[in-house]
T-cell receptor, first 113, second 114 residues
Framework: QQPVQSPQAVILREGEDAVINCSSSKALYSVHWYRQKHGEAPVFLMILLKGGEQKGHDKISASFNEKKQQSSLYLTASQLSYSGTYFCGTERVGSGNTGKLIFGQGTTLQVKP | NAGVTQTPKFQVLKTGQSMTLQCAQDMNHEYMSWYRQDPGMGLRLIHYSVGAGITDQGEVPNGYNVSRSTTEDFPLRLLSAAPSQTSVYFC?????????????FGSGTRLTVV
């Protein structure tokens, strides 16, 4: 049930781009993306609902391929503040899954000067 | 607005003791959830609720009980603490599905069972 994230870890230089992937074997209703800094609570970045839309948030955007049940998070021109662990969370299709958000294992992103 | 408030922030328990982790939100969110986070394991769902009086089990519910008598509060009870329950616990809340809102997390409770 748990979505699978890849890669597990990424190291970047400031200004470089990164892509984090999230995939599920089950039909998804929504995909959430969160960032967590060390010792802090996760913070919501964006949500993609069933429908294959793409969203943007400053230089961070995401897509959702409904047919493949995959989502990707794109970080463009990375900044030091982008460092942290990124989690995708998925909510499956079906009334029994309403409100049940399951997270992937996380991707650790480190941006160096 | 305070958002999601968790108490206590830190707790040390002896094996076999019971306790309740408190969670309250003031955003009128329908959904509330409890997660535990262990190193390298990500966030694992313990229990969740889609409204007052409605709760369901998540991925790792054993050893924990919940109830939701009001929209605002969603306490998590540890029945008989075990060292395996040493973890950081996060409470989160959100509006119902279908809206472009994510979950707001509390600051967490760091629990150690000795």
């Amino acid at each position: 049930q748990q979505p699978v994230q890849s890669p597990q870890a990424v190291i970047l230089r400031e200004g470089e781009d990164a892509v984090i992937n999230c995939s599920s074997s089950k039909a998804l209703y929504s995909v959430h993306w969160y960032r967590q800094k060390h010792g802090e609570a996760p913070v919501f970045l964006m949500i993609l609902l069933k429908g294959g839309e793409q969203k943007g948030h400053d230089k961070i955007s995401a897509s959702f391929n409904e047919k493949k049940q995959q989502s990707s998070l794109y970080l463009t021109a990375s900044q030091l503040s982008y460092s942290g662990t990124y989690f995708c969370g998925t909510e499956r299709v079906g009334s029994g899954n309403t409100g049940k958000l399951i997270f992937g294992q996380g991707t650790t992103l480190q941006v160096k000067p | 607005n305070a958002g999601v408030t968790q108490t206590p922030k830190f707790q040390v328990l002896k094996t076999g003791q019971s306790m309740t982790l408190q969670c309250a939100q003031d955003m009128n969110h329908e959904y509330m959830s409890w997660y535990r986070q262990d190193p390298g394991m990500g966030l694992r769902l313990i229990h969740y609720s889609v409204g007052a009086g409605i709760t369901d089990q998540g991925e790792v519910p054993n050893g924990y009980n919940v109830s939701r008598s009001t929209t605002e509060d969603f306490p998590l009870r540890l029945l008989s603490a075990a060292p395996s329950q040493t973890s950081v616990y996060f409470c989160a809340s959100s509006y119902s599905s279908g809206f472009s809102y994510g979950y707001t997390f509390g600051s967490g409770t760091r629990l150690t069972v000795v």
